[in-house]
Nanobody, 125 residues
Framework: QLQLVESGGGLVQAGGSLRLSCLASGRTIDRYNMGWFRQAPGKEREFVADISWAWVDRRTYYADSVKGRFTISRDNAKNTLYLQMNSLKPEDTAVYYC????????????????WGQGTQVTVSS
């Protein structure tokens, strides 16, 4: 069983940066495709970014709303997924969740089996 725990959230002013981490335990993530999602108050959960497990030709994909500002990465040796968030905007305020799956990588897919509990990101104007 894979467990995921997010960290790194907090309060930041607009234009600032945060780096979220998602530490996995129970299994190694080297064969897992992984992603970040977020849910703002009163809104549905939405896709943010994902990254394939491949060691060669690793692929990433971003929601249009974060493209050019957020960067997803992974360190398999540390069993950790990251989300570097720059130029943050108030509309980025949400609970951020990481997710993992072993099924075929499909950019923007929601078909994840394992989910973390989330970390709160609040961007003030």
């Amino acid at each position: 069983q894979l467990q995921l725990v997010e960290s790194g959230g907090g309060l930041v002013q607009a234009g600032g940066s945060l780096r979220l981490s998602c530490l996995a335990s129970g299994r190694t993530i080297d064969r897992y495709n992984m992603g970040w999602f977020r849910q703002a108050p009163g809104k549905e959960r939405e896709f943010v970014a994902d990254i394939s497990w491949a060691w060669v030709d690793r692929r990433t994909y971003y929601a249009d709303s974060v493209k050019g500002r957020f960067t997803i990465s992974r360190d398999n040796a540390k069993n950790t997924l990251y989300l570097q968030m720059n130029s943050l905007k108030p509309e980025d305020t949400a609970v951020y969740y990481c997710a993992a799956k072993t099924t075929t990588y499909s950019p923007g897919s929601w078909a994840y089996f394992y989910w973390g509990q989330g970390t709160q990101v609040t961007v003030s104007s």
